[in-house]
Each structure stands twice: as C-alpha cells, then as structure tokens.
C-alpha cells in the first residue's frame, strides 16, 4: 500500500516562483490536510479538504491555495514564493465522518525559498 | 480559535517514565490524540481519547485527560532509546473535519 504519497520530496524555489506540491493517497479517505511544519512552532494547518470538492482555510492560509483534484488528489500551491514560506510541507489525509479516525501522513516536501 | 501548547523539550534516562504535556483551547475538542514523529519522517498515530474518558491505557502508555483544565498528558512508562522522537498532540471537534496538532515535544532518551 502506498498510503499518502507526496511530490516532489525537496525543492528549491527562488523568491517570486511559483510551484505546486502534490499529494496523492489510496484509501478512499474522505479528508485530506496540508500542513507545514517549522521548528518550534509544531505543524499548522494549512488548508483542508472535508470531501471532494469542498476546501477550508487552517490556521496559515495566506500565499497558498488548494485544489482538491478528486477524491484522491489535493494539491497545494504557492503562487509567488515568499522566504518565509520555506518550510516542511506534510500532506496528510484521513476516513472522515467519524471524527475519531487516524490521520496518516505523507513523507513530507522540504521546501527552500531563497 | 484553537490553540495547542507543549513544551518543547523532554530529556529522561533510559528506563525512567516520560510524561509529555498539552494543552487546548477549544472548549468543543471531542477527540485528543497523540501522534509521534520520528526523524526524517511524517507523523503516526499512537493513541487518542474521548473528551469523555479521564484516562487510556495502552501498553506502555497511559493517556490522562483533564477536561476542566483542558489538560492532556501521555506518560511513557519504561521509556527507550526507540522512543526518541517529536510527540504531538492533536485535537478535533464533534462537528469539523478540522485537524489542530500542538507545538510538539522532542523527547530525548539518553542512556
């Protein structure tokens, strides 16, 4: 099973490129999450997806958008890329509907804006 | 809006027990979990509780919830140099698909 797959794994971006971050999973999971992560400040959410066809802002939403493709896919793009955007990308997505339900994770895109 | 805090750093001797903190600001959080993130790689679920239990065990881990406080432990009993890692906890609520995970602990284990 490949889960929650993520591309590209690292990526270096001047200031003003733009880029998409791609995710893919295959267990027919409902939500999808992307998150990013940076020291100290733990994984802040992003943007989410509940369903096909449906996204919501997280907690850092400024300089990206999402794309919720199909059930499977939910992309994440910067379109002009900022320093400050230079972080770990995690994607991440889970069954949904039952709120308990595991949340599994991508293998993350090391992100470099200079 | 919700908000996740830890302490950021945990150093024990192998053997000893952990005991990781959290703590929450949405009142509606149901469910709390606790996710371990290993170097290099994305984060994995070790547990959760519902916001209706005061305690879990699971192994090695024990899980205390005081929702008056909105205060969230995960103690390690036994802890091992395996368990070094970044352990987040995580909250959700009854009627989101919202996901918030908390600032992280990296938990050190030296011999």
């Known amino acids: 099973n490949a889960g929650v797959t993520q591309t590209p794994k690292f990526q270096v971006l001047k200031t003003g490129q733009s880029m998409t971050l791609q995710c893919a999973q295959d267990?027919?999971?409902?939500?999808m999450y992307w998150y990013r992560q940076d020291p100290g400040m733990g994984l802040r959410l992003i943007y989410y997806s509940a369903s096909e066809g449906t996204t919501d802002k997280g907690e850092v939403p400024n300089g990206y958008n999402v794309s919720r493709l199909n059930k499977r896919e939910f992309s994440l793009r910067l379109e002009s890329a900022a320093p400050s955007q230079t972080s770990v990308y995690f994607c991440?997505?889970?069954?949904?509907?039952?709120?308990?339900?595991?949340?599994?994770f991508g293998q993350g895109t090391r992100l470099t804006v200079v | 809006g919700e908000d996740v805090e830890q302490s950021l750093f945990l150093s024990v001797r192998e053997g000893d027990s952990s005991v990781i903190n959290c703590t929450y600001t949405?009142?509606?959080?149901?469910?709390l979990y606790w996710y371990k993130q290993e170097p290099g790689a994305g984060l994995q679920l070790l547990t959760y509780?519902?916001?209706?239990?005061d305690m879990k065990q699971d192994q090695r881990l024990t899980v205390l919830l005081n929702k008056k406080d909105k205060h969230l432990s995960l103690r390690i009993a036994d802890t091992q140099t395996g368990d070094s890692a970044i352990y987040f906890c995580a909250e959700s609520g009854e009627d989101t698909d919202k996901l918030i995970f908390g600032t992280g602990t990296r938990l050190q284990v030296f011999p």
């Open positions: 267990m027919n999971h409902n939500s």
């Open positions: 509780i519902f916001s209706n239990m």
């Open positions: 949405d009142s509606s959080s149901t469910y």
């Open positions: 991440a997505s889970r069954k949904g509907g039952v709120r308990n339900t595991e949340a599994f």
